[in-house]
């Protein structure tokens, strides 16, 4: 058995580890099941619960007795008895089953397509009679009312064979060039069918005429993505009257309201592989979609993951055991794979033990592999000396780190820092002698870090408690300071709250208000300890010490928003004060370099020792206003509009290299294209101007009295304008 968890799901794989070969005896099976570990934990829920080679479909009866798989090779059907938990029959067929269905309570009656165009019929003795279709045959679904069995395939009808009467009856044509699925509602009988275009037509079977059609490809095929030809529909099902799942070939799950041709959910696997099975689990309204390499299980309205299963091998088919949480996979493998998942339900009635095995397990959690070593950054590796150690196979890759063996880490370290014992040892007798402090009379006691944030929380603490006294009859939740998961943040300096940083001034604007009063009863804490302490030696309590409530007055409340104010206020005087400071020790350097140049051109040369009261900076010449205000749009304008500006001018100035009042300018060659495109709109304009007529002899007068009549003469003649 092999125990995983995905999105904190546990999932039992009942069908996980060594299968024995059949022609052992059972002395060499006890020999192998002493020696093997493997052996000894597998679970055999069901006898000889495989296939010779591969199993292609399986599904459950409706009473929930009897499991059945078709198979190949040979081809074959095996049908399991759950209430003996072995194989109950086999039977060879003579080819390979497409799709099967049990038309029964039990196994009694089965219906077999096959992959060359027989239907088969089976009682419960065995084979009863074989007929066949025209065309290949893809899926098959069976009508209770009429009796009649619905086959599509390699054709664009719908077969229909009647069971009671024993002969064809006439097919239903349909538009499209072939069929892969289809499927019957149980609540009103509508018959629904999967075609290669993409597309599902819904039937009457009352009336034999078509009442729907759904275009599923346009629908599945998200924008911006390029799909090579339009998704087919490869898997179809019911839930309920109004609610149709249909799986494309593409790997998209569309969820339907049969009133509505837009679909309600689209669900991506992201594999681009073929729907293959569909179920939904009415209890938590889930859906169980499945193709060859996973099994999604995801929540019908929302679309979030509940869990999923990859399985090692390919599936072929997927079946849920009812009202349970135990499903049973057809693999491109043997080996017949049954999961359990509790969370969807519990154990089937005939496997009941599974829920005691599955609680103690949860009670003794398993080690993992992971506890045998020590994970380990690349700063890790240094303060260890054992960067030499990259690449070599004792240390394994993972992420922004290595794993190494625990034995080897801890023999290193002890190694690199001999005086661990004696630290350790002091932090024993440290504890100790704070435990015996505990057992003092105490006023309050307050942990060493984070001492604000402790008397917040017993403060709110004592509220809390009070009403979970009384909404709970006196269970009092547990605060976060007697939780045991939060205890280093009050005890390691490395979790101390820095009041004074940006973030925590502007997400708490009234942050200072509440901090002086809890300043107030910090400060009476500590002169109570102190007290207390000076009373233990002996001393006399000192005198002249006004007390806590005359120290300070209460101040004036003030609004969340001029505190808020008055905090970004603060911040940006302190932000200006270090760039001054920035700015003035950035022009001291600059004066130190200066000198040191004047110091070594020449002895000759004399520096001046004198402070400089002025500094002409690079590119910053005073010319005129209009340059400092052209200077300014440009700062604000963008660097796209900037580098037109400059290209329209022609040249290119570079304000940052320049030195005193020079200054460097940069001429833009045009290409040969640009040249050439500049030459023929010159020549467009100069025709344009030579065939352009002068109408300064028209006055406007006559415009428009010449306007008006001509209006007036077409709309008498003509009828219009």
């Known amino acids: ?56 479909s399986i599904k459950v009866s409706r009473d929930g007795q009897f499991i059945l798989a078709a198979g190949t090779y040979k081809p074959r059907i095996r049908c399991y008895d759950t209430f003996q938990l072995s194989l109950k029959f086999e039977r060879c067929l003579d080819s390979d089953v497409v799709a099967f269905d049990i038309l029964s309570e039990d196994y009694s009656k089965l219906v077999f397509l096959h992959c060359n165009r027989y239907v088969e019929f089976h009682s419960q003795h065995g084979h009863y009679y074989k007929t066949r279709i025209p065309k290949f045959g893809r899926d098959f679904s069976y009508h209770y009312p009429s009796c009649d069995l619905y086959l599509v395939g390699a054709s664009s009808e719908v077969f229909r064979l009647n069971l009671e009467q024993g002969r064809f009856l006439s097919s239903l044509q349909t538009d499209a060039m072939e069929h892969n699925v289809c499927d019957i509602n149980p609540v009103h009988q509508l018959l629904a069918t999967g075609t290669t275009e993409g597309k599902v037509e819904c039937w009457d079977p009352r009336v034999r005429n078509r009442v729907g059609l759904l275009d599923c490809a346009l629908s599945s095929v998200a924008e911006g993505t390029e799909v090579e030809g339009l998704p087919s529909v490869s898997a179809l099902k019911f839930n309920g009257s109004l609610t149709m799942a249909v799986g494309t070939s593409t790997g998209q799950v569309l969820l339907y309201d049969l009133r509505s041709n837009r679909p309600l959910l689209v669900k991506d696997h992201y594999y681009g592989l073929p729907i293959k099975s569909l179920n939904f689990q009415d209890h938590l309204d889930l859906v169980l979609s499945a193709d060859s390499k996973i099994i999604k299980i995801w929540n019908t309205d929302t679309g979030k993951v509940f869990s999923s299963i990859e399985p090692q091998t390919n599936i072929n088919d997927v079946c849920i055991y009812p009202n349970s949480g135990m499903l049973f996979t057809a693999n491109e493998d043997p080996k017949m794979n049954t999961f359990y998942i509790p969370a969807l339900g519990p154990a089937p009635r005939w496997c009941s033990f599974l829920d005691n095995l599955t609680e103690e397990l949860e009670e003794s959690p398993e080690s993992t592999v992971y506890d045998d070593y020590k994970f380990v950054t690349r700063k890790d590796l240094e303060n260890l000396g054992l960067s030499h150690l990259v690449g ?33 040892r002091k932090d024993k007798i440290r504890q100790k002698i704070e435990e015996s402090r505990v057992q003092r009379v105490q006023v309050k006691t307050l942990p060493k870090v984070n001492k604000d944030l402790a008397l917040k929380l017993m403060e709110e603490g004592d509220n809390e408690a009070e009403l979970a006294a009384r909404k709970k009859k006196g269970k009092v939740v547990p605060s976060i300071l007697s939780d045991n998961r939060f205890q280093v943040m009050f005890e390691n300096p490395d979790y101390q709250v820095d009041e004074q940083s940006e973030e925590f001034r502007l997400l708490n604007p009234i942050v200072s208000k509440v ?23 002996g001393e006399d309590e000192p005198e002249g010490q006004a007390s806590s409530d005359e120290e300070e007055s209460s101040d004036d409340d003030k609004g969340w928003v001029d505190e808020l104010r008055e905090q970004k206020h603060l911040l940006w005087m302190e932000a200006r004060d270090r760039r001054r400071q920035n700015r003035k020790q950035l022009d001291r350097n600059t004066t130190l370099v200066d000198q040191d140049q004047n110091q070594g051109q020449g002895q000759g040369k004399t520096t001046q020792s004198q402070p400089r009261f002025f500094q002409i900076k690079a590119g910053e010449e005073f010319r005129s206003f209009r340059d400092v205000s052209r200077k300014q749009k440009l700062q604000k ?47 467009h304009h100069q025709e344009r101007k030579k065939l352009r007529r002068s109408a300064g002899h028209l006055s406007s007068a006559r415009g428009r009295g010449r306007g008006r009549g001509q209006s007036r003469g077409r709309g008498r003649g003509r009828g219009h304008f």
């Not at 190494?404 to 290193?412: E, F, Q, S, T």
């Not at 901090?515 to 030696?537: M, P, Y």
């Open 392 to 424: 070599s196979s004792l240390l394994r890759a993972y992420m922004h780190g290595f794993f190494m063996d625990i034995r080897l880490y801890h023999k290193v370290k002890t190694m690199t820092n001999p005086f661990a014992y004696e630290e350790y």
């Open 637 to 683: 304008a963008s660097l796209e509009d900037r580098l037109k500006l400059e290209e329209s001018s022609g040249t290119v100035s570079m304000a940052d290299t320049a030195v005193g009042s020079k200054q460097v300018t940069f001429t833009l060659k045009k290409s040969e294209q640009q040249q050439r495109q500049q030459e023929a709109e010159r020549d």
């Open 515 to 537: 901090g002086q009063n809890r300043r107030k009863k910090l400060r009476l804490l500590a002169q109570q300890a102190t007290d207390a302490e000076q009373v233990e030696r």
């Open 1 to 56: 058995m092999q125990i995983s968890s995905v999105n904190d799901v546990k999932i039992y794989n009942l069908s996980h580890g060594k299968s024995l070969p059949e022609w052992l005896s059972d002395r060499k099976k006890r020999a192998l099941q002493k020696k093997d570990v493997d052996i000894q934990r597998r679970i055999e829920l069901i006898q000889d619960f495989d296939m010779p080679t591969v199993c292609t």
